[in-house]
């Protein structure tokens, strides 16, 4: 069996991501997710492609501390809607087994890690999550 094109690997791991955060195994948004960063309760996180460097900065140093695998999603509206939100840029999964499975899915970006570094990166619209 092949692997699946980027785009349906996506598509199933923000479905995964769906059940996961049914499960109550997913912290939505910015500030949510640094806090349980700064807690250990992280397994990984998603973080948008289009997430702006103010998002990308306030995420370093709790997710950096801590080794936290940071996961790629093409869009904010991709993952606002796989969550059920409007305007979302970054989601932490607290589960080992989601994170693992999604890590499959999505593959680590090495160059997430730098992201939370506060890089510049393209601005979105709107505030963010």
């Known amino acids: 069996m092949s692997a699946p094109r980027p785009d349906e690997a996506e598509r199933r791991a923000l479905e995964l991501l769906g059940l996961a955060r049914r ?3 997913v912290v939505l948004g910015t500030q949510a997710v640094r806090e349980a960063g700064a807690a250990g309760r992280l397994r990984s996180v ?7 460097a103010s998002a990308r900065g ?10 936290v695998t940071v996961l790629r ?9 796989a969550l059920g ?45």
């Open 73 to 81: 999603v093409s869009s904010r509206t991709k993952l606002a809607a």
């Open 58 to 67: 306030r995420l370093g140093s709790a997710l950096d501390a801590r080794g």
């Open 85 to 129: 939100r409007e305007n979302l840029v970054t989601a932490g999964v607290t589960d080992a087994g989601f994170a693992r499975k999604l890590a499959e899915l999505l593959e680590s970006d090495p160059g997430a890690e730098a992201a939370g570094r506060g890089e510049a990166g393209p601005e979105g619209p709107g505030q963010e999550d």
């Open 46 to 52: 998603l973080l948008a492609e289009d997430a702006g």
């Open 23 to 25: 499960a109550g195994r």
